[in-house]
């Protein structure tokens, strides 16, 4: 008998003769709690997003249909890429097709806690993170927030200012909420101010509640968006030459700007060893996109940033990024010049945009944001190699907006000069897509949650522009 096969297996190869498995049920402490202790505390435990602790036997015993479901219906944990990546990224947080048999096994035959000593819950120390080994040199805040105790509070917009006053490169940043519980996700930008606009104070959102750091743009209206569209108009600070042509270029469409991520039980973005990331002189404020929710009680919360810079001199490559759009098909015909998306009818369930950036240079493609709103249901980034072959690098099969992850490549991958980068994009404006608000209305596009947006973002270095300190790129100052 080898070692590694466990007594679950036989339950499950014997679920027919039921009463046979009586005793080979999983228990907690033996067989569910090393699950559960690896793929959900990160927010199943006190002070984090999910709703309940699975950090005990008891607290996980009266959930344990609850944990069948969704983990059968894959639900749990949240993941949205495709089975079987070709590319794999880092950090995934899937379970095996073992690992739910096992929960699911468990519920079946009653949930017992077993006899097996229990293991010892996973310790997670707060506010640290080892990863760097030494304190960030800067530590950027928004306010302090007011969330109230029910009701809707959408994605908000705060704007500071950075301490920067000359290109600041880094090598990691990390955002850590002052208040889990109530952080859903969060995304930072360096972004320069548009112009003739002023932060001050204002209302949150529309009816929402007066706080610091509001955007009044030049027409006197107010940036309380997805932050999308005062990122339409700052432009890239270190734009590499091939960037400044073609038709896109005019809408400012490249976002280097990217700082910062928070999601539930991740928050720290790293690049690897021999790369920096650059804030751009000009990029003097950061722009937080904020998605917050209500628990019940009222609370209070600060999203911190802290920032590890690097000396660029020890760098061999700049992160840079891009959306991958020079070109646009919108439901099969390109969309010429400035033209603009036409908007997703009522009731429409297969919108499609593919948008297209080819690389005159080989690049390294690091990780990806993919970005869209209540309406997008999958985005999928394709290779088109200059021989003709193609391959998907990443495939985000299941999107939703509410879990916005970013994804790194657990290997980056080299592209050939030539290569096109293709994003895939659907958009499900019906009832099939089960979080449309607003099915019978047409959706316009633009940044507020409610509209929809087109946001294949991708890192990447470009291969043969090393040393990023001794080159002025055009675009930058
Ligand atoms: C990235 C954070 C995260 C991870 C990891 C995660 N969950 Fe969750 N879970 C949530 C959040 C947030 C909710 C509540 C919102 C929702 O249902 O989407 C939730 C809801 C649930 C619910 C439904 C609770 C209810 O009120 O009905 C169950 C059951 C559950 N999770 C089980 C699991 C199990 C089992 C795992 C690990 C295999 C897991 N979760 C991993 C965040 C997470």
Redesign the pocket.
């Known amino acids: 008998m080898k070692s590694f096969v466990t007594p679950f297996v036989s339950a499950v190869l014997v679920l027919g003769a039921y009463s046979l498995a009586e005793a080979q049920v999983p228990t907690f402490n033996k067989d569910v709690a090393p ?2 202790y690896s ?2 505390a ?3 435990r006190p002070g984090e ?4 602790s ?1 950090l005990s036997y008891r607290a996980a015993r009266p ?1 344990a249909r ?2 069948k479901a ?2 059968v219906a894959r639900e ?3 993941w949205f890429l495709d089975d079987n990546p070709q590319h794999p990224v880092a950090d995934a ?1 899937v ?1 095996t097709q073992a690992q739910i048999n096992i ?1 699911a096994a468990w519920a079946d035959g009653g949930a017992p806690e077993g006899t097996e000593p229990a293991p010892q819950p996973p310790q997670f120390v707060d506010n640290v993170n080892a990863a760097i080994g030494r304190a960030p040199e800067y530590t950027l805040s928004t306010p302090t927030i007011d969330i109230p105790a029910s009701g809707q509070f959408p994605n908000i917009n705060v704007w500071t200012k950075t301490p920067f006053t000359e290109n600041t490169f880094f090598e990691a940043t990390e955002m850590r909420p002052t208040n889990r519980s109530v952080t859903h996700h969060a995304g930072t930008f360096a972004l320069a101010m548009p112009p003739g606009s002023s932060i001050g104070r204002g209302p949150a959102f529309k009816g929402g509640p007066e706080i610091d750091g509001i955007l009044t743009k030049s027409d006197g209206t107010i940036d309380d968006g997805a932050g999308a569209e005062a990122a339409e108009f700052a432009t890239s600070q270190i734009s590499p030459a091939y960037f400044d042509e073609g038709p896109r270029r005019a809408r400012g469409n490249t976002h280097n700007g990217i700082i910062g991520h928070y999601a ?2 991740g928050g720290f973005l790293k690049y690897p060893a021999d790369m920096v990331k650059r804030i751009g002189a000009a990029n003097q404020y950061v722009n937080w996109l904020l998605h917050y929710t209500v628990t019940g009680k009222p609370e209070k919360v600060r999203m911190d940033m802290f920032l590890w810079t690097s000396d660029p001199k020890k760098a061999k490559y700049e992160a840079v990024g891009s959306l991958m759009d020079d070109v646009e098909i919108v439901n099969g015909r390109e969309l010429i010049g400035r033209e603009r998306r036409p908007s997703i009818k009522p009731f429409e369930d297969k919108y499609t945009v593919v948008s297209m950036t080819a690389f005159d240079s080989p690049v390294t493609i690091l990780n990806f944001w993919p970005h869209m709103h209540l309406r997008g249901r999958q985005m999928k980034f394709v290779a088109a190699y200059p021989d003709g072959h193609e391959e998907t690098l990443l495939d985000v099969a299941r999107y939703q907006f509410d879990w916005q992850l970013f994804y790194f490549l657990e290997k980056p991958v080299k592209l050939p000069a030539g290569t096109i980068v293709r994003a895939e994009t659907l958009y499900d404006n019906s009832l099939k897509n089960k979080v449309n608000p607003a099915p019978q209305i047409e959706v316009p596009w633009g940044a507020m949650s409610w509209d929809e947006m087109h946001f294949p973002f991708v890192e990447f270095v470009l291969d043969n522009d090393v040393q990023p300190w001794t080159k002025r790129r055009s675009g930058t100052n």
């Open positions: 699950i559960l793929k959900c990160n927010c199943h997003i999910a709703p309940m699975l959930w609850a944990i969704k983990v749990m944990p949240p947080n379970l929960l539930p039980a």
